[in-house]
């Protein structure tokens, strides 16, 4: 599949940093600025984005893995009712224009007690069944169709997943960038700042779970793994702890997640207690 972003007017929608071009970046350039020359984060505002994201979800949800009844979801667009209650995002490749990624948020409606969040649906955890300080529901969000294309996958040391790698030369400036993903994820802290989400849950393949924690981005488990798209751990975040924990143990991945502190300042009290090691042992 090859869907494109038209027009230029929302490059750096989100990313905020620098537009430089692949052959301006110098060997020693931040992970954030070389991460930016080759993609863009993108919020969904138009129907056009929208049906991007759709058509990718269809590629990867559908087509390439069988997660949801390909007939049921007409036009080769993937959508569900969750779809109304969340906030999308697109992942661009910038030389090409090609949407290679897509993740939405969906959000808490407190409105309406018969709509809740999916992971309800499959996990039972204490956290989840009633209103506490550690995941309150007014401030809790689902991560959800977290996916890459497969164009810009590539298969793990672990498993198939449909979150993806990028292989360059040692010359190349793309070396730097660990893991494509971190842009959807950035996408997700963009979208938290937007909604006044303080935590995030989520029903995750292992693999990027521990892919995550390598770079620095760390989940609680929510009781035993589940089986939904085959196996899935449900997971829960303070949103202040991981990225305070991030800026300790991988200060160039906090760069990329937050745009330097833009998108969600560092919180001083818990990145001085992850240095000293104090929440480290806690969790």
């Excluded at 779970?209 to 620095?216: E, K, P, Q, T």
């Excluded at 589940?226 to 975040?237: A, D, L």
Aim: hydrophobic fraction near 35%; aromatic fraction near 8%.
């Amino acid at each position: 599949m090859v869907s494109h972003v038209s027009g230029t007017a929302r490059a750096g929608a989100v990313s905020g940093a620098s537009q430089g071009t692949p052959d301006a970046v110098e060997k020693k350039q931040r992970l954030l600025d070389v991460y930016n020359s080759y993609f863009d984060s993108v919020p969904v505002e138009t129907d056009e984005e929208k049906h991007l994201a759709f058509r990718l979800r269809y590629e990867v949800y559908c087509v390439e893995n069988p997660f949801e009844d390909p007939s049921q979801n007409p036009d080769g667009i993937e959508t569900d009712p969750f779809d109304a209650y969340a906030l999308h995002s697109l992942l661009v490749h910038r030389p090409s224009k090609i949407v290679v990624g897509t993740v939405r948020l969906i959000l808490p409606r407190l409105d309406d007690p018969d709509v809740d969040l999916p992971i309800r649906t499959v996990c039972r955890h204490e956290l989840l069944d009633h209103d506490n300080p550690r995941l309150p529901r007014a401030k809790t969000a689902e991560i959800s169709r977290f996916a890459v294309s497969k164009s810009f996958r590539r298969r793990t040391s672990d498993d198939e997943t449909t979150v993806g790698g990028y292989f360059s030369e040692d010359s190349d400036p793309r070396r730097l960038i660990p893991n494509i993903s971190l842009g959807l994820m950035q996408s997700i802290v963009a979208m938290a700042a937007k909604s006044r989400i303080s935590h995030l849950c989520a029903v995750m393949e292992p693999t990027l779970l521990r892919l995550l924690a390598r770079l620095g981005i760390h989940f609680h488990n929510l009781g035993p793994r589940v089986q939904y798209h085959g196996t899935r751990q449900p997971c829960f975040s303070d949103l202040d702890e991981l990225l305070a924990r991030a800026w300790v143990e991988r200060r160039e991945v906090w760069e990329l997640l937050t745009c330097d502190g833009e998108l969600w300042p560092v919180n001083p009290r818990l990145a001085n207690a992850f240095q000293a090691g104090s929440l480290a042992r806690a969790h």
